[in-house]
């Protein structure tokens, strides 16, 4: 008998839905977790200490442990989450990339896509748009919504899953090697599609993980880590699917920061009269004059307009 309990296993958290986690060992083998406490606080992509939960379990074999308890999460690299009027909702945790899914039908929100870019830049993740479905017939129409994005940097891929998977697969290839990305984008746009595209085995460790924390269901209701390249360790490529959602909200910012963190905006801000200039109407705005030149298109201005509108609202 040891008087010390042994020291807590490292682990990353690959799925999790209520109180109920699923947490991966470096060697590849995957716990039900609780947390700890009364509180969800692990998301996805989180590493964390982790007990088993059986006092005979402790110290033993890690073969023989069937469920842990997450004792502490380790401090995030950084994490993407949206807050709406009531609730704050995490997509995940020390991601490398964001690549914001969307496709050529059902056409996209443009706001939701400025808002996902938005969240991604005020935590200063790399952000990159990827459109699909460019075999049916509105593909121009769609590609030419996406320019003004690519003109302010951001780079933009595009293919189709039903058309040609290997050309996605090389287009995504390099941007993917090695680092933890995050899909995200309404549903209908080809997310599954991809992921089981990319990942060998996805149908059966989606099947294996709501088994296991219960929700009983295959569709993408909860965030799930895949590992893209085989292997052992937390730094191997990863994608991590998200379940889509109505409203992204983000309440998080101030609206005084909206113009920071949208680059076309950016480019032009530091050249208004007024160093706290609000862009919607000020006598010698540089963003207004921009927009006015048609070098910042007119629905970036009505959306980032909307926008500081809907931050500058009483909160409760
Ligand atoms: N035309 C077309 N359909 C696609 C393409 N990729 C996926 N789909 C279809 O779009 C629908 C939604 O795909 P799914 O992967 O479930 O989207 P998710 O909701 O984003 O996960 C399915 O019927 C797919 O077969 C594509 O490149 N072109
Ligand atoms: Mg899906
Ligand atoms: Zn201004």
């Given at each position: 008998m040891?008087?010390?309990?042994?020291?807590p296993d490292?682990?990353?958290?690959?799925a999790?839905?209520?109180?109920h986690y699923?947490v991966?060992?470096?060697?590849g083998r995957?716990?039900?977790?609780?947390?700890?406490?009364?509180k969800?606080?692990?998301?996805v992509?989180?590493?964390?200490?982790?007990?088993?939960t059986?006092?005979?379990?402790r110290?033993?074999?890690?073969d023989?442990?069937d469920e842990g308890?997450i004792?502490?999460?380790?401090?995030?690299?950084?994490?993407?989450?949206r807050?709406?009027?009531?609730k704050t909702k995490?997509?995940?945790?020390n991601l490398?990339?964001l690549l914001?899914?969307?496709?050529v039908e059902?056409?996209?929100?443009?706001?939701?896509l400025t808002?996902?870019?938005i969240a991604?830049?005020?935590?200063g993740?790399?952000a990159?748009?990827c459109?699909?479905?460019?075999?049916l017939?509105?593909?121009?129409?769609?590609?030419e919504?996406?320019a003004?994005?690519?003109a302010?940097g951001?780079?933009?891929?595009?293919?189709s899953?039903s058309?040609?998977?290997?050309a996605w697969?090389a287009t995504l290839?390099?941007r993917?090697?090695g680092?933890?990305?995050?899909?995200?984008?309404?549903s209908?746009t080809?997310k599954?599609?991809?992921?089981?595209?990319?990942?060998?085995?996805?149908r059966a460790?989606?099947?294996?993980?709501?088994q296991a924390?219960?929700?009983?269901?295959?569709?993408?209701?909860?965030?799930?880590?895949?590992?893209?390249?085989?292997?052992e360790?937390?730094?191997?490529?990863?994608?991590?699917?998200?379940?889509?959602?109505?409203?992204?909200?983000?309440?998080q910012?101030e609206?005084a920061?909206?113009?920071?963190?949208?680059?076309?905006?950016?480019?032009?801000?530091?050249?208004?009269?007024?160093?706290?200039?609000?862009?919607?109407?000020?006598?010698?705005?540089?963003?207004l004059?921009?927009?006015?030149r048609?070098?910042?298109?007119?629905?970036r201005?009505?959306?980032?307009a909307?926008l500081y509108?809907?931050?500058s609202?009483?909160?409760?």
């Amino acid at each position: 008998m040891t008087t010390h309990a042994p020291a807590p296993d490292i682990g990353l958290v690959v799925a999790g839905h209520g109180r109920h986690y699923i947490v991966e060992t470096p060697e590849g083998r995957r716990i039900p977790c609780h947390p700890r406490g009364k509180k969800s606080e692990a998301v996805v992509g989180d590493r964390v200490h982790w007990r088993a939960t059986h006092e005979g379990a402790r110290g033993a074999a890690a073969d023989d442990v069937d469920e842990g308890v997450i004792e502490k999460i380790e401090p995030r690299r950084n994490l993407l989450y949206r807050q709406d009027e009531w609730k704050t909702k995490s997509f995940a945790a020390n991601l490398d990339q964001l690549l914001v899914w969307v496709a050529v039908e059902p056409v996209f929100s443009e706001s939701q896509l400025t808002r996902a870019l938005i969240a991604a830049e005020s935590v200063g993740l790399e952000a990159c748009v990827c459109l699909n479905k460019t075999d049916l017939p509105q593909t121009d129409a769609q590609r030419e919504r996406l320019a003004p994005y690519r003109a302010m940097g951001y780079t933009v891929l595009e293919g189709s899953l039903s058309q040609d998977i290997e050309a996605w697969r090389a287009t995504l290839a390099p941007r993917l090697a090695g680092r933890a990305s995050l899909v995200l984008g309404p549903s209908g746009t080809g997310k599954s599609t991809l992921v089981n595209a990319l990942v060998p085995d996805a149908r059966a460790q989606v099947g294996e993980i709501s088994q296991a924390l219960n929700s009983g269901r295959h569709t993408t209701t909860t965030t799930q880590w895949y590992w893209l390249d085989v292997g052992e360790g937390f730094d191997r490529a990863a994608l991590i699917d998200s379940p889509g959602f109505q409203e992204f909200g983000l309440r998080q910012l101030e609206p005084a920061q909206i113009a920071q963190l949208m680059p076309d905006l950016r480019e032009h801000a530091g050249g208004c009269r007024f160093y706290n200039c609000s862009h919607r109407h000020e006598p010698g705005c540089a963003v207004l004059a921009a927009v006015e030149r048609g070098e910042i298109s007119a629905s970036r201005s009505r959306i980032y307009a909307a926008l500081y509108e809907e931050l500058s609202q009483t909160r409760w």
